[in-house]
Nanobody
Framework: QVQLVESGGGLAQAGGSLRLSCAASGINSGIRSMGWYRQGPGDRRELVAGITTEGNSNYDDSVKGRFTISRDNAKNTVFLQMNLLQPEDAGVYYC?????????WGQGIQVTVSS
């Protein structure tokens, strides 16, 4: 059974940092893209950052220069380093992984930013 488990969320002050981690289990190899999505109250889930197996990354414009996505292919893990956090960065962050014909999702982790 494929499972993605996020960690590292919580409360940060504006201007602070958090580092999210997401580990995929139940998969030996072959994960293609991995990414982080954010969903605010009443909002749609939107892509924050994505990264391919080769390490090519893309970011939402709102986080460029502040967030960095990385991955460890050997450990099926993806990270999101979030610096200079702003209140609008708050929400539930979901990890996603493309494997086989499916996209798998984590359960989500809360990020709160106080102003």
């Amino acid at each position: 059974q494929v499972q993605l488990v996020e960690s590292g969320g919580g409360l940060a002050q504006a201007g602070g940092s958090l580092r999210l981690s997401c580990a995929a289990s139940g998969i030996n190899s072959g994960i293609r893209s991995m990414g982080w999505y954010r969903q605010g109250p009443g909002d749609r889930r939107e892509l924050v950052a994505g990264i391919t197996t080769e390490g090519n990354s893309n970011y939402d414009d709102s986080v460029k220069g502040r967030f960095t996505i990385s991955r460890d292919n050997a450990k099926n893990t993806v990270f999101l380093q979030m610096n200079l956090l702003q209140p609008e960065d708050a929400g539930v962050y979901y990890c996603a992984a493309d494997w086989g014909r499916n996209t798998y999702w984590g359960q989500g982790i809360q990020v709160t930013v106080s102003s």
